[in-house]
């Protein structure tokens, strides 16, 4: 569709930006923090771990204040399980507690609406160790966690996100399984559990607090045929339906995905159902949609002939294929980043307006960002035009998805600051501050605003006109 004139951002619009717990905060075993699979990470020789990160739990009220003076109007961060009850289920950690206290009363002085993430990669390891997201306790731990959060930070905070990117978690599982990657029906059992558990946290929110709001947020791309070859369309809807809408179905029809079910009965991997589950996945209902957008996918028709699925390495946004289901293609319109990620702003637009036709609900968009080698130049400043030009086009495009009729609330680029990435150490940055630190050496950790932070500010104070 063409706009003679582009309708403007809503005046209550939520520009914001986003972290995660274990990729900012450091102090992996301060104040009584237990240990969370993230901190069993060995990462590659020469590429940091999560020890230490962005130090963000020392340096919150000066990170907070930055937030402040790039305008945010919201910040999406996670809580880490660990810190709150560093046994999963066990004994509560008042001072992990109070962390988020602090943080959540922070942002709210300076006018910024927190949007807490309950979990986000970092589970705690007391509960993997006894079987993880598969071990059904690990639902009923998930729950008294919620009332914890909801209880202590409930009257503050009013936007909640459930499981960060659980769709990943299963066709990308490395992302939080160290040492052992489960097979099919193990992921997909761990998969139902999320689901039981974000059912649960949404019904008691609603129930403790009716005035605030909360939804998943998964990571969803819309994926392209390679061709109009009918057999490659049947293999992006396989795609799209097993990779996305699955999770969104569940969550919002609270059933699979008809296509995504036929497929895990296809591959003996459908989960087994606890009493009561189906009643409680119809009956919790999410207020809102977080999506994770980076990058579209190309694919085409599978040959099941035993080369469907490449050899080369994967990660959230680089498809492989799999037997029987769809073959990784590729597209001639796009470019990538210097990690292999396709940048697509109009597929943003194509994403958000088949979210919106399927599911009806209010979006935020609680990731999208480039990941670049910045550096620090000699003058002191980090100039990183590609990121303006990247967030720009997305933002462009944000704004015909709304021209469009897409309910979209808000959008929060991934990251606020410099952090760790989940493969690709610190060299991979996608901040508007960068912090003065590199894999090895933790050099000042100085917070410094890039270009793209003045630029960004610029686009809160005119809500998007000037873009
Ligand atoms: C998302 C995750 O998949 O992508 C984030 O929710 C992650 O945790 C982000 O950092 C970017 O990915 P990466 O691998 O570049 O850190």
């Not at 390495?313 to 990620?341: C, I, K, P």
Request: hydrophobic share 40%; aromatic share 12%; net charge negative.
């Amino acid at each position: 569709m063409f706009y003679k004139e582009p309708k403007p951002f809503p005046s209550d619009f939520l520009w914001g930006a986003s972290t995660s717990s274990y990729q900012v905060e450091g102090a992996w075993n301060e104040d009584g923090k237990g240990m969370s699979v993230q901190d069993l990470h060995t990462p590659p020789a020469g590429i940091t771990d999560f020890k230490i990160a962005s130090d963000h739990y020392h340096h919150m009220e000066e990170d907070v204040a930055l937030m402040a003076e790039l305008g945010l109007k919201a910040y999406r961060f996670s809580i880490s399980w660990s810190r709150v009850i560093p046994q999963g289920d066990g004994e509560v950690n008042e001072a992990g507690l109070a962390f988020y206290d602090r943080l959540a009363d922070a942002l709210i002085a300076h006018g910024i609406t927190p949007v807490a993430t309950m979990f986000h990669f970092d589970l705690p390891l007391a509960l993997h160790e006894r079987g993880g997201w598969a071990n059904r306790a690990t639902v009923d731990a998930f729950e008294r966690y919620a009332r914890v959060l909801f209880e202590r930070l409930g009257d503050r905070i009013k936007m909640w996100l459930t499981i960060n990117e659980q769709n990943v978690m299963v066709i990308h599982p490395n992302a939080m399984n160290p040492g052992r990657l489960p097979e099919a029906p193990e992921l997909y059992q761990q998969s139902h559990n999320m689901f039981v558990a974000s059912a649960k946290a949404t019904l008691m929110l609603h129930e403790m607090w009716p005035d605030a709001k909360i939804g998943p947020a998964p990571n969803i791309t819309a994926i392209y045929p390679q061709s109009c070859d009918p057999a490659d369309v049947v293999a992006a809807d396989n795609w799209e339906s097993i990779r996305c809408w699955n999770y969104l179905d569940v969550a919002c029809f609270g059933r699979y995905n008809p296509i995504a079910w036929a497929y895990m009965e296809e591959k003996g991997c459908t989960p087994v159902f606890g009493k009561g589950d189906a009643e409680l996945l119809a009956a919790a209902k999410p207020d809102y949609l977080g999506v994770n957008y980076y990058a579209t996918a190309t694919v085409a028709a599978p040959k099941n002939d035993g080369t469907d699925r490449t050899a080369r390495a994967g990660d959230q946004q680089v498809m492989l294929g799999e037997e029987g289901v769809y073959r990784s293609g590729t597209n001639d319109h796009l470019t990538a980043t210097e990690y292999g990620w396709i940048i697509d702003p109009i597929g943003m637009r194509t994403t958000l307006r088949r979210v919106a036709s399927r599911y009806g609900l209010p979006i935020l968009i609680t990731e999208n960002g480039l990941g670049a080698r910045d550096t620090l130049e000699a003058d002191g400043h980090v100039h990183d035009p590609y990121r303006i030009d990247y967030l720009r086009r997305h933002f462009e495009q944000a704004q015909l998805a709304i021209s469009d009729g897409v309910n979209l609330i808000g959008y929060c680029p991934w990251s606020f600051m410099d952090l760790v990435s989940t493969h690709q150490g610190y060299g991979k940055r996608y901040g508007f501050v960068y912090i003065d630190r590199d894999e090895e050496d933790i050099r000042s950790m100085a917070r410094i605003p890039k270009d793209s932070f003045t630029w960004y500010k610029h686009v809160v104070e005119t809500n998007g006109a000037e873009l």
